[in-house]
């Protein structure tokens, strides 16, 4: 999925581009803006949401359009399973729909009927002023088909299970977290503001490109309002959740020897490197350490490794 150029493109396991599926425009089979994607591998079909015409297409991998549905709701990302679609909903647009009842408050998470017309249920409840964090990871799936949600003003990744979602790992960054607790209960934005604006206490926490393996997660945060002073993070989910390399770097375009993976699977870690943006020292690493040939002339790499071996 390339968002700047509203484009979905399948290629084969060997790199090579086999077709579009679909393509930008306002008719049948078409979409405005393309806000998110998922691929099935066990139907072989995928799903494209466009949000301004809150249109859910989905094609099989021939690029054939097998038919469209439009939405009452508005939302950022999605995932379709055995419940119905799991929506992260952060849209004021949907209390219009008579669904948000309490007070002008809001969920992040929805669980939606097959045709994507009406709410079953909501979690994770927020406030309308709250900004909205996509980055298309909202929804994880590991690999023995387990699903997982998250958003950036939390600190728990909840496992969606049963028409529920259950508080299943808490990510703890020590005193200067997220109050996530309180500003929850804030009236209005001028109160948020205050709450966690920059000053002596530098909040941690805003969490994004969350990926989860077999046993590991892989993540970024940073500071509330901030990308500067992004950490990459590899937690060891066999090992009593604790960091197992926490790495900080200067900014998130710099990145350190490898980046946050850009997918997990069946054990492996796939990372997009990128050698122009590495000094002498670091290609002489990489190429030390996984045994590659390449110079900082070169293009994209993609690296696949063992989880255990990531460094």
Same mark, same amino acid.
């Given at each position: 999925?390339?968002?700047?150029a509203q484009?979905?493109?399948?290629?084969?396991?060997?790199?090579?581009?086999? *077709?579009?599926?679909?393509?930008?425009?306002?008719?049948?089979?078409?979409?405005?803006?393309?806000?998110?994607?998922?691929?099935?591998?066990?139907?072989? #079909?995928?799903?494209?949401?466009?949000?301004?015409?809150?249109?859910?297409?989905?094609?099989?991998?021939?690029?054939? #359009?097998?038919?469209?549905?439009?939405?009452?709701f508005?939302?950022? /990302?999605?995932?379709?399973?055995?419940?119905?679609?799991?929506?992260?909903?952060?849209?004021?647009?949907?209390?219009?729909?008579?669904?948000?009842?309490? *007070?002008?408050?809001?969920?992040?998470?929805? #669980?939606?009927?097959?045709?994507?017309?009406? &709410?079953?249920?909501?979690?994770?409840?927020? *406030?309308?002023?709250? @900004?909205?964090t996509s980055?298309? @990871?909202?929804?994880?799936?590991?690999?023995?088909?387990?699903l =997982?949600?998250?958003?950036?003003?939390?600190?728990?990744?909840?496992?969606?299970?049963?028409?529920? /979602?259950?508080?299943?790992w808490?990510?703890?960054?020590?005193?200067?977290?997220?109050? !996530?607790?309180?500003?929850?209960?804030?009236?209005? *934005?001028?109160? =948020? @503001?205050? &709450?966690?604006?920059?000053? &002596?206490?530098?909040?941690?926490?805003?969490?994004?490109?969350?990926?989860?393996?077999?046993?590991?997660?892989?993540?970024?945060?940073?500071? =509330?309002?901030?990308?500067?002073?992004?950490?990459?993070?590899?937690?060891?989910?066999?090992?009593?959740?604790?960091?197992?390399? !926490?790495?900080?770097?200067?900014?998130? &375009?710099?990145?350190?020897? #490898?980046p946050?993976p850009?997918? =997990?699977?069946?054990?492996? /870690?796939?990372?997009?490197?990128?050698?122009?943006?590495?000094?002498?020292?670091?290609?002489?690493?990489?190429?030390r350490?996984?045994?590659?040939?390449?110079?900082?002339?070169?293009?994209?790499?993609?690296?696949?490794?063992?989880?255990?071996?990531i460094?």
């Open positions: 999925m390339d968002k700047p484009s979905v493109m399948l290629f084969n396991r060997e790199g090579k581009f086999i *077709r579009r599926i679909g393509r930008a425009g306002s008719g049948k089979g078409q979409f405005m803006e393309i806000t998110d994607m998922v691929y099935y591998p066990e139907t072989n #079909l995928i799903e494209i949401f466009s949000l301004p015409e809150r249109k859910l297409l989905r094609f099989n991998t021939s690029g054939e #359009l097998m038919n469209e549905v439009l939405s009452e508005y939302f950022l /990302a999605f995932y379709h399973s055995k419940d119905g679609y799991w929506v992260y909903g952060c849209f004021p647009e949907n209390k219009k729909k008579g669904v948000f009842e309490f *007070r002008g408050n809001k969920y992040n998470l929805l #669980l939606l009927s097959e045709d994507l017309k009406t &709410a079953k249920s909501g979690f994770c409840e927020s *406030r309308n002023f709250f @900004d909205r980055n298309n @990871d909202n929804f994880q799936v590991n690999d023995e088909g387990e =997982f949600f998250h958003y950036g003003y939390d600190n728990i990744v909840y496992k969606l299970k049963n028409k529920e /979602a259950i508080p299943y808490f990510l703890d960054f020590g005193k200067n977290r997220l109050p !996530y607790d309180h500003i929850v209960t804030l009236s209005t *934005r001028k109160q =948020f @503001d205050q &709450a966690i604006s920059p000053g &002596a206490v530098k909040y941690d926490g805003l969490i994004y490109n969350l990926r989860i393996g077999s046993n590991q997660i892989s993540l970024s945060s940073s500071e =509330f309002g901030s990308l500067e002073n992004s950490r990459s993070i590899i937690v060891n989910i066999t090992d009593s959740i604790k960091v197992r390399n !926490y790495t900080k770097i200067e900014s998130v &375009a710099q990145g350190g020897l #490898l946050n850009i997918h =997990f699977n069946h054990n492996k /870690a796939f990372f997009i490197i990128n050698p122009r943006m590495m000094n002498e020292q670091e290609l002489t690493t990489l190429m350490e996984y045994h590659i040939k390449t110079n900082n002339a070169s293009n994209l790499i993609l690296l696949i490794v063992d989880e255990n071996n460094t």
